[in-house]
């Protein structure tokens, strides 16, 4: 069966400070991969997603970035962390074409930025 | 560019009595809908979903929605709520042509005794 794991599960860092999150899915190949970050009383906001290996479509202009090293590997990153960076970080994935059913989450990462 | 709205922020329901959130969504393009899930500090369950077939859906934990194509709706019902019920739910639409969820800003629903 497949799993998704993402870490850690909380963080605190300092303003001005990098950050690097990872989630990394098993059981499947190829999947979509997602990151989406929730503001505290805020839906899910989609930050980037990945269709395949170094290939990054960026939803929302930030001082994040993301990258797909391997197949089954996504990271979140930051070279300087800003305070409204703080929230809960959520890692996804979802099957593609005719095998697509729905997008599964990790259990996410609260990020606080002092 | 699909969008969602969650018509309530705030569901206020005491255990037994029926429950209804809404959520309605616009796109030019055929979509897909699901409803999940968060409880506090968690990642997201999915409840149900409508990728085609039957306008009504079946999920986990009693729950049910209805995709009605002509008021852009789906919304989540539950006939009877119980406390374990309390939580955030969240409605999402993705386009065929991708698969990138875009979430309304979420419900809280709050089930007192």
């Known amino acids: 069966s497949q799993t998704i794991h993402q870490w850690p599960a909380t963080l605190v860092q300092p303003v001005g400070s990098p950050l690097s999150l990872e989630c990394t899915v098993e059981g499947t190949s190829n999947p979509n991969l997602y990151w989406y970050r929730q503001a505290a009383g805020r839906g899910l906001q989609l930050l980037f997603y990945s269709v395949g290996i170094g290939q990054i479509s960026s939803e929302v202009p930030q001082n994040l970035s993301a990258s797909r090293p391997q197949d089954r590997q996504f990271i979140l990153s930051s070279k300087k962390l800003l305070l409204s960076d703080s929230g809960f970080y959520l890692c996804a994935w979802s099957s593609t074409g005719a095998a697509y059913t729905e997008a599964f989450f990790g259990q996410g990462t609260r990020l606080t930025v002092v | 560019a699909q969008s969602v709205t969650q018509l309530d922020s705030q569901v206020p329901v005491f255990e037994e009595a029926p429950v209804e959130l809404r959520c309605n969504y616009s796109?030019?393009?055929?979509?897909?809908l699901f409803w999940y899930v968060q409880y506090p500090n968690q990642g997201l369950q999915l409840l149900l979903k409508y990728l085609s077939g039957s306008t009504l859906v079946k999920g986990i934990n009693g729950f049910e929605a209805e995709f009605n194509k002509s008021q852009t709706s789906f919304h989540l019902r539950k006939p009877s709520v119980h406390i374990s019920d309390t939580a955030e739910y969240f409605c999402a639409v993705s386009e065929y042509s991708g698969y990138a969820l875009n979430f309304g800003k979420g419900t809280s629903l709050l089930v007192t005794p």
């Open positions: 796109s030019s393009v055929s979509v897909y």
